[in-house]
Every structure is written in C-alpha cells, then in structure tokens.
C-alpha cells in the first residue's frame, strides 16, 4: 500500500506518521517539505503531489485548528479546511485512491446533552466548524472511497492542547477559571491514529465501510474536570506547581468570551465505528493519563 500523509507535524499527523508505517510505503509530507507541494494555502498545488506519488491512500492530517482566530481568518481557515481538502478528494477520485479524512464536533451546534450519531443535523456555530463542515461536503461530493473520521477534544504529548496549557498555566499562576458547562471526550492522538490505521486495513477487505464515523474516546468531562484530573495527575509526579486542583475554578461559558462560540455539548456517538470496524475505544482517561506519563516521567 503507497500512502501519501499531510500534516505530517501536527498532533494527529505525528502519531499517524507512527501508525500507518507498518502499513506500506509511507510518505509523511508537512507545509515545507521540499520535494512534493504540501502547503494547503495553495490547493491546487497538491494535485501535483498525488499526481506524483499516485498513492492508494492520501491521509490528511492537516487542517488550520485555531478555532478563535478563524473568526478573523474565515477565508483562510476555509481554503485549507475546505478547498484543499476537496482538491485532494478530486485527485484521489480520479486515481482511485481512498482519502482519509478528519472532522469535528463542531460541525454540530452542542445544543442538547445527548451524544450525537453521523446522522444528526449539522450546524456550525463557529467559522472553524463552517470551514471544517465544508471540508467534509467538499470530500463526500468528490465520489472518492473515503473515510472521514470526526473526533472531539484532542490531545498529545507532542504539539499544542488544553492539557498542556493547563501545566502551563499551573506552573505560573495560584488560581485558574475554567469553563465546566462544556462536555465532551478528550481524545489521544495516539488512540486516533492507531484506529486509523486499523479502519483502514478493514476498509481493503471490506470497501462498503467507507463513510462518515465519530470516533472518540469513551466517557464524557467537562474542561475544568479535565484540567482537574492533569493538576492531579502532574501534583503527584512531584511536579511543580503553583496551584493545587481545588484552587481551579468551575465557570461557565458565558462567563468566558471568546472569539468563536464554542458548542456546549461535544458527545459524540461513536457506535457505528465501533461496531462496522470491531474496535474498542478505551476510556480517555487512560490517554491523558499515559500522556502525563510521557510528559512528565523521568
Ligand atoms: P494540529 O493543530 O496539531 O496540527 C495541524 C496540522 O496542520 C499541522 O501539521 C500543521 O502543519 C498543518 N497545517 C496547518 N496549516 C497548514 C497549511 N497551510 N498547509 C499544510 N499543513 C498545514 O491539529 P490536530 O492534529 O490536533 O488535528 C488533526 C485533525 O483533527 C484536524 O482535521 C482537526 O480539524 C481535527 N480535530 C482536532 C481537534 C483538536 O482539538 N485539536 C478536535 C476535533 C477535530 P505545521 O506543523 O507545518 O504548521
């Protein structure tokens, strides 16, 4: 199997990098890679990649992941979320390559406190999620096998996230307010990854299991229990810090503006991945608490 990675540097693109190797002749590509055109600021340009490298596979990690920035930057945000997402899909329809995809929650607008399956109505509340929702549109109109994984929340010991701001923060500051009206899964890029890799070996048997699939950690928190547990988990490393977890305040949302609106509940349904690939998706608590280990560990 030739498979062509983008985004080859971010939190999710690392870990694949990882875990699509033992599956053929892999090519991780990031904005600078010399020699094939990566930089999805110039979609059209990664035609020439794929063209090139006809793969069997083009995986796509890439994306532009500042949710509050991409108010300012919608034009942006969307032609590397949505444009060049839909370039790929097009080359890999006219070579007859399987795309795999990645989306969010935040294509749906968090009303509710159900756990929303690939079916439930979309509506994005943010540019991001607009950008992200087009990217999707853009890859299932192309008529490419595909696979578009939407995930929630995630993390990694490598690359920026939530946890990591948290030990931060935690590090600089005797209190913090964090927002616990907002609920989702915090997942492991590592966890993405590794079911990435194995959907994709299914999806060679087994063609009719291309489509939309949520895909997440199991288990639900809130952001300020989440902060609570990486507090807890850094305190008893030894780790130094200047709060404890009973000093991380619980607010709410509307109590903390922000840029872009942020859906309050990010549940997602992940039974349909579990079930049409025979997968488990263990707990988040077991990532973030192997990525303390990682982090913070002799
Ligand atoms: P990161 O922000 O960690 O990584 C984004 C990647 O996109 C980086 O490799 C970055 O490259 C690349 N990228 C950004 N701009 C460009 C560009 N112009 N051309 C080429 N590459 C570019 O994201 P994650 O790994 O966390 O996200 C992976 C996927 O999961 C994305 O589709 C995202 O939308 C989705 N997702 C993420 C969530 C999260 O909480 N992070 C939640 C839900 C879904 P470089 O390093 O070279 O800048």
Redesign the pocket.
Known sequence: MRIVL????????WELQRALAPLGQLTAL???SRDWP????QPESLAQTVRGLRPDVVV??????AVDRAESEADLAYT??AT?PGVLAREAAALGATLLH?????VFDGSGDAPRGEDAPVAPINAYGRS?LAGEEAVRASGCRHLIL?????F?AR???FAKTMLRLAAERDSLRVVADQIGAPTG?ELLADVSAHALRTLEREPGLAGTYHVAAAGETSWHAYACRVIDGAAARGWPLKLASRDIQAIATRDYPTPAARPLNSRLDTTRFRRAFGLTLPPWQQGVDRMLAELLDD
């Open positions: 983008f985004g080859s540097r971010g939190q999710l693109g990031s904005t600078d990566a930089d999805f600021r796509n990690a890439a994306a532009y992941t590397i979320n060049a990645y989306s969010t929650d935040y992200k939407r995930t929630s929340w995630v990694a690359g920026g996230n890029a």
